[in-house]
C-alpha cells in the first residue's frame, strides 16, 4: 500500500481531532449535569454548645429564602438565612457581630461561628455517588 505521506497525515489529524472532540463534549455533558446534582448535595449542620442543633439543605435556584431564628441559652439569638447562594447570619444581637460580617458561605472552607450564643454553622457537601462509582 503506497499511500501518499499527506493523506497519512491527515487521517491521523482527523482522528486525533475527532477523539479530543469527544472526549471534550464528554467533559461539558458531565459537567452540566453534575451542576444540578451539587445543590441538593449541600447541607448545613447547625451545632449550639458542641450538639448538632438542626440539619438543613439550601434551597435550589428559583426556591424561596429560609430563615430560621436561632435562640441561645443566654436569652440571645441569630437569625439563619439559607439561600441557593448558600448560608449566612444575617441579624444577631451578640456584642461583636462578628457572625454577621463573616459572609455568606456555600463550602466548607471556612465555619461560620457565633461565640458568644456558643454557634457553628457548618456547610458541608457530601460526596456524589454516580454509577460510575460503582
Given amino acids: 500500500m503506497n499511500t501518499p505521506v499527506y493523506k497519512r497525515a491527515a487521517l491521523i489529524f482527523l482522528l486525533m481531532a475527532a ?31 458542641g450538639r448538632l442543633l438542626m440539619e438543613e439543605t439550601l434551597p435550589r435556584p428559583g426556591e424561596p429564602e429560609k430563615l430560621f431564628r436561632i435562640e441561645s441559652a443566654s436569652g440571645g439569638y441569630n437569625i439563619l438565612s439559607l439561600t441557593s447562594e448558600g448560608a449566612a447570619v444575617t441579624e444577631a444581637d451578640c456584642p461583636n457581630g462578628t457572625c454577621m460580617r ?13 461565640l458568644p450564643h456558643d454557634l457553628l454553622i457548618v456547610v458541608e457537601q457530601t460526596p456524589e455517588t454516580d454509577a460510575i462509582t460503582y
Avoid: E, F, T, W
Fill in 19 to 49: 477523539v479530543m472532540m469527544a472526549g471534550a463534549a464528554g467533559y461539558l455533558i458531565r459537567g452540566s449535569l453534575s451542576k444540578n446534582r451539587d445543590q441538593a448535595l449541600v447541607r448545613v449542620l447547625v451545632y449550639q454548645s
Fill in 102 to 114: 463573616m459572609g455568606r458561605r456555600k463550602d466548607a472552607s471556612l465555619p461560620i461561628a457565633c
